[in-house]
């Protein structure tokens, strides 16, 4: 059993805490819409969500339970909240290719789906941690151990993903990026 615990954060006592409903691995990213504070987990079988309104956490069953991984995948990884979406990757740990999705924040049943590295031959496809979004440029980054690759792509709520460029890479630590927009350096 996991359990999600929110904090007082100069005392450290646990002010509430609730049993997870599905296994969570990684950072766990909060956001704020329409000024409700959320907590987003990434799941074994789904990505949920947690409302955090007077000093409890209540799961948001509006929001539902978003299936994003098929049979034998290995979960997700920690989400990238972004504006009025939310971009999780998830290891497959097969050759199976990464999937990354993007799902609405305000209509779950609103996602895209694309698989930046479908075309490379792994044996296995797993990346350690999430990727990085670079707000400057609209690029989402994601990376995959597995195949050795990182990509950027290009995101519109409209028509959904457009992989910009791509790279033979292989890197599992954290992506970050730093510098000017001009002269950014993932």
């Known amino acids: 059993t996991q359990t999600l615990l929110a904090l007082d954060p100069v005392t450290l006592e646990i002010i509430d805490q609730v049993e997870l409903?599905?296994?969570?691995?990684?950072?766990?990213p909060t956001a704020v819409h329409d000024g409700i504070d959320?907590?987003?987990?990434?799941?074994?079988?789904?990505?949920?969500?947690?409302?955090w309104e007077d000093q409890t956490l209540t799961l948001d069953e509006d929001w539902g339970f978003v299936s994003i991984t098929e049979e034998d995948d290995l979960g997700a990884m920690?989400?990238?909240v972004i504006g009025d979406w939310v971009f999780v990757s998830v290891n497959t740990g097969t050759?199976?290719?990464?999937?990354?999705?993007?799902?609405?924040?305000i209509d779950a049943s609103e996602r895209f789906l694309i698989r930046p590295?479908?075309?490379?031959?792994t044996r296995?496809?797993?990346a350690v941690a999430h990727g990085a979004y670079d707000t400057s440029s609209d690029l989402l980054l994601t990376a995959d151990t597995g195949t050795g690759w990182v990509s950027a792509m290009r995101f519109d709520p409209e028509s959904g993903f457009e992989v910009v460029w791509r790279e033979e890479q292989t890197t599992s630590?954290?992506?970050?990026?730093?510098g000017t927009?001009?002269?950014?350096?993932m």
């Open 38 to 51: 959320y907590v987003y987990m990434p799941g074994i079988n789904f990505s949920y969500r947690y409302r």
């Open 181 to 185: 927009p001009e002269e950014r350096v």
């Open 21 to 28: 409903p599905d296994f969570s691995t990684g950072r766990v």
């Open 173 to 178: 630590v954290f992506m970050q990026l730093i």
């Open 117 to 121: 590295f479908e075309d490379i031959d």
């Open 124 to 126: 296995f496809s797993f």
């Open 78 to 80: 920690a989400p990238n």
């Open 95 to 105: 050759p199976k290719p990464m999937p990354v999705w993007a799902i609405s924040t």
